[in-house]
């Protein structure tokens, strides 16, 4: 079973607008990290949010929030007042077990999204 | 503060050759890891070290290695290149393990 779903291959968002990118993850792991990342077409993945399985509340970065419903495994990004510079692929990615398990990141298969002016 | 940094960026081998890829970390950073992410896919976690010690190893077979050294940069080696190895090479490092990681810009590599 794949461990990271992203369902949305690619889309299309108006400029100034809001955008929901979907991730949904696999583990039995009760400790657990997850990581949304933007890729760029230089090829540079660039960190956006994290958000902690024990974490109360949904972590929040500038215009990026994660909405995180641990009961139904999801992990949505949301990208508020989108930019053109927001044209890029989105990885959700997931770190199972706890901090001091490592740094191996499992990553879903990206959502490509493009900002029309 | 510089970024993670690796070279080269480019690089085109013919099968059966050997390749170093490099790895400077973030000032500070004691561990790296290494992704490979082949053309339309996400990473896939190929290494992780920290202080100097191998600390996970993903599914990729053994001519695949790794060292990290006395000042946290590392190399990947790749030996007998298939051409299913064309991929881009993606080095991260960490403060510590298991925090956020932060991604160098790359290699793309191209086995002929």
């Known amino acids: 079973a794949q461990k990271i779903t992203q369902t949305q291959p690619g889309m299309f968002v108006q400029e100034k607008e809001a955008v929901t990118l979907d991730c949904t993850y696999d583990?039995?792991?009760?400790?657990?990290?997850l990581f949304w990342y933007k890729q760029p077409s230089s090829g540079e993945m660039i960190f956006l949010i994290y958000?902690?399985?024990?974490?109360?509340q949904n972590a929040t970065e500038g215009r990026y929030s994660l909405n995180f419903q641990k009961a139904r495994k999801s992990a949505n990004l949301v990208i508020s007042a989108s930019q053109l510079g927001d044209s890029a692929m989105y990885f959700c990615?997931?770190?199972?077990?706890?901090?001091?398990?490592?740094?191996?990141?499992?990553f879903g298969g990206g959502t490509r999204v493009l900002v029309k002016p | 503060d510089a970024g993670v940094t690796q070279s080269p960026t480019h690089l085109i081998k013919t099968r059966g050759q050997h390749v170093t890829l490099r790895c400077s970390p973030i000032?500070?950073?004691?561990?790296v890891s290494w992704y490979q992410q082949v053309l339309g896919q996400g990473p896939q976690f190929i290494f992780q070290y920290y202080e100097k010690e191998e600390r996970g190893r993903g599914n990729f077979p053994d001519r695949f290695s790794a060292r990290q050294f006395p000042n946290y940069s590392s190399e990947l080696n790749v030996n007998a290149l298939l051409l299913g190895d064309s991929a881009l090479y993606l080095c991260?490092?960490?403060?510590?393990?298991?925090?956020?990681?932060?991604f160098g810009p790359g290699t793309r590599l191209l086995v002929l």
């Open positions: 958000q902690g399985s024990y974490d109360q």
């Open positions: 991260a490092s960490s403060l510590v393990e298991g925090v956020t990681q932060y």
């Open positions: 000032s500070g950073h004691k561990s």
């Open positions: 583990t039995s792991d009760p400790s657990y990290g």
């Open positions: 990615a997931m770190r199972e077990g706890p901090t001091a398990a490592g740094n191996k990141l499992t």
